[in-house]
């Protein structure tokens, strides 16, 4: 465990010129304590969790390692306590490491702030280290630098969250036991292979289930290859009964959580299901539509150089959200005669096809913000929005 000090030989110049203030002022717990507002931050593992704790200069006031428990948030609580009146906390990977620590803080009424990881940059003229990052992470949240909202992962969306991550693995699970199947046909001795080479899948699939192959002697490869196939063709009926399974739960609550977005063209339950989890069950922490424009990677990057002006696909931001906006605009393209026709206005006045879909994206993006954020006010829009897919 770590004291309340930081480690010399782990620090950097500026933390230990921050402690050598602190001892020469006479800066004790005790004084900290006293009323004194304290900003910290939180490295997360798997095992243990960093803390940090800075004042409103900056200074490190002290950094401590606590066990990932409920007794540990407790304890990082507390010590945090010590310190004086906890202003802000940033703690990294809300969504993983650290969420039960997020939502033990979030209980216990403190302002919780998810922090990005450290710039590359600065690692690389400081160096690397927990306590290092938990420091980071606090002057991020003292200076509201390379910080956001975190999802309160206390609802149905993070039910459903759960429920579409299982769905997709087992789809991804189906699909390469299909593959390996076909693959094992393809290398099958002949007695084997002309049996079922010409059928179709799901005939495949079902034959090759109810084989009975003899398994008293598994050293003859045309036996095994029976086995084998027999093995692969049930795992891939038991994926799709469990696929179908996790269907009858998702589909009532997308159509429960956003009937709103089931309501428009292009976006299903699938598109729907993913645009909720990106939102999360706080959508309220996405303060304007432009900042879930970056959320889901579609916001119009500036690529202009001399004197050609034009914008590009943004390649940040949430890419299952951007798959998810990016379908629903190929079924407009295909469906909507608005959207075609924008398709064809924009065509005409010569933007590439990746031009036209990033606005596509881009106004759907806007579209589906206010869905998800009814009671947010629409800003006024400049006259073009009248091209607008809808």
Known sequence: MRGAAL?????????????????????????????????????THKELHVAAVV??????????????????????????????????IGVEGTGSYGAGLTRHLAKAGATVLEVDRPDRSDRRRRG????????????????????????????????????????????????????????????????????????????LIRVVAAWRPDVSNAADPIGAYRVALKSMARRYLELTDEIADLDDLINPLVEALAPQLLARLGIGVEIAGQLLVTAGDNPDRMTSEAGFAMLCGVAPLPA?????????????????ANRALHLAVVSRIRLDPRTQAYLARKTSEGHSKLEIIRCLKRYLAREVYYLLNPGQQRIARRPYRRHTAT
């Open 7 to 43: 480690p010399i030989e782990r620090i950097g110049e500026d933390d230990m010129t921050s402690i050598a203030h602190a001892a020469r002022t006479g800066q004790t717990r005790e004084s900290a304590a006293s009323g004194k507002t304290v900003y910290a931050g939180v490295d």
């Open 55 to 88: 004042d409103d200069g900056g200074t490190v006031l002290g950094t401590h390692s606590f066990s990932t428990t409920r007794a540990g948030y407790r304890a990082l609580t507390a010590w945090i306590g010590e310190h004086g009146r906890l202003a802000r």
């Open 128 to 203: 690397k280290d927990d306590d290092l990052d938990a420091i980071s992470a606090a002057r991020a949240v003292l200076h509201n630098r390379r910080t956001a909202i975190p999802k309160s992962k206390d609802g149905a969306v993070e039910a459903l969250r759960v429920l579409r991550t299982a769905r997709a693995q087992a789809v991804r699970e189906r699909r390469n036991a299909l593959q390996l199947l076909r693959m094992t046909i393809v290398s099958a001795p002949d007695e084997v292979r002309d049996q079922i080479r010409n059928l179709t899948r799901m005939q």
């Open 304 to 320: 202009s150089s001399g004197t050609t002006q034009r914008h590009r696909l943004n390649r940040g931001g949430d890419r299952q």
